[in-house]
C-alpha cells in the first residue's frame, strides 16, 4: 500500500484522535485531585486561623467556688461560673438534705441559682420556708464574688504576684484549752493576715458533751472566720467549750502573728 493512499490516511487519522482522547481522559482525575488537595488545604489553614480564637474563649471562662457555710440544717456551699467578669451559672455543691430538708433544697436553690445569674450579686431574695439555706447561701454566695472580684482585680502582668501571697497561707494550731467538760484545741488557717479557716482539732465529748460540741463548735468556727480576732461570742448553753475555744484560738493568732 503507497503511503499516500487515501486509507491509510483515515487509519492514521483515527488512531490520532483516538491517542488525544486518552491523553485527555488521563489527565483530568489529576486536575481534579490537585484543585481537592488545594480545596483541602485552604480549609485546614481556615480552621488552623480560627483555632486560637477558639482557644482564648475557652481560658476566659473560670470557676470560683464560695467558703462552705454552716446552717442549722446542714452545710450550703456555692460555686460559680465566670466568664469575662460575669456570672453565667451559679449552682450550690453542698446543701441541707434528709428529711424535709429535701423539699426545701429542691424548692429554694435552684430560685436563688437563677437570681444570682440575673442579679450578678449577692443581694438575692430569701427563698420563703428555706430561711436558713437561703442566708447559708447568700454568705457563701459573697465570699465567691468576693474572690471573682480579686481575681478580675488582678491583671495578666500581676498573676505572677498575686500568686506570692498565696503561697503564704499557713496553719497555725494553738494550745491545748482544758475546760471542765475536756480539752479544746483550735487550728486555724491564715492567708494575707487573715483567718480563712477554722476548726477544732480537739472538743469535748462523751454523754451530753457530744451534743454541746456538735452545735457549739461549727458556730464558733464560723464566727472566727468572720470576726478575724478571738472577739467572738459565746454559744449558749455550751459556755465552757466556748471559753476553752477562745483561749485556743486566741494563742494560736499570737503564734500566727494576728
Known sequence: MKKSHPIRRVLLASAATVSGIVLLLSLKPATDSSSASAQGAAQGAAAAQESPQGGAAAAGTSTVTGAATQTEYGVVQVRLTV??????????????????????????????????????????????????????????????????????????????AAAAPAAQAKTVTGNVATTQYGPVQVRITVANGKITKAEAVQAPSGGTSDQKTALAIPKLNQEAVAAGSANIDSVSSATYTSGGYKQSLQSALDKAGG
Open 83 to 160: 466568664a469575662n467578669g460575669k456570672i453565667t451559672k451559679a449552682e450550690a455543691v453542698q446543701a441541707p438534705h434528709g428529711g424535709t430538708s429535701d423539699q426545701k433544697t429542691a424548692l429554694s436553690v435552684p430560685k436563688l441559682n437563677q437570681e444570682v445569674v440575673a442579679t450578678q450579686s449577692a443581694d438575692i431574695t430569701s427563698v420563703t420556708g428555706a430561711t436558713y439555706t437561703s442566708g447559708g447561701y447568700k454568705k457563701s454566695l459573697q465570699s465567691a464574688i468576693d474572690k471573682m472580684k480579686a481575681a478580675n482585680a488582678a491583671s495578666p502582668s500581676q498573676s505572677s
